[in-house]
């Protein structure tokens, strides 16, 4: 039992370490987004010239942080199919619930992050020209990374408590299998 303690509070530790890093990479994904300004050149002609495009790196960085915490997690626990049989009872309903919510926040967190990093990276390459009609320059929309961050906490809120169930559900199975029952004695006729 001290082991799986032991490797119960690593597991906790890890996943919410890489979590962490991950809403920091999204908080400063989103503080760094990238402006554009309309610029014109020699030859009169207009268009936006971006800034830096270190926002989508550090979406991508959360996007991988994000991606190896939930995987470390559904590595461990086997996710949750081909592992150890879960105990019935509560444990294991809430263990199931955690788990599908935690996929949940995850796809949409990783869809934020992604999608964020690549409409960053889009308007940081290229030059877009501008018509006489549209002065401004698109930019990727404020909030997209940190909706992006929200999900990754709940993502880790959900992955703890999915652990926390998981675990508990596991033990209990395991305790029911090593108790000895009594069996119908099977003693020869004479």
Partial sequence: MGDTGRS???????????CLAAFGFAVAAERRRST????????????CVYDSDIATGYG???????????????GVTRCMCFGAPLAPGGSRAWS?????????TFAIAEACLIA???????????????YAGNWT??????????????????????????????????????KKN???????GMTGYA
């Avoid at 991508?60 to 559904?74: I, K, P, R, T, W």
Wanted: net charge positive; charged share 10%; aromatic share 14%.
């Fill in 36 to 47: 554009g300004s309309i610029v014109t050149d020699s030859s009169n002609t207009t268009f």
């Fill in 60 to 74: 991508v960085g959360a996007f991988l942080f994000l991606l190896s915490g939930h995987s470390l997690l559904m």
């Fill in 96 to 104: 199931i619930i955690y788990f599908t919510s935690s996929w949940i």
């Fill in 137 to 174: 320059c698109q930019t990727l929309r404020k909030g997209v990374f940190i909706a992006g961050a929200v999900f990754v906490v709940f993502t880790m809120i959900l992955d703890v408590y999915y652990y926390m169930y998981y675990a508990k559900a596991t033990n209990q199975a395991a």
């Fill in 178 to 184: 090593s108790k000895t029952t009594p069996s119908v």
């Fill in 8 to 18: 119960s509070i690593l597991v906790h530790i890890l996943v919410v370490a890489l």
């Fill in 116 to 130: 964020g990093a690549t409409k960053n990276a889009y308007h940081t390459k290229y030059r877009d020209m501008v």
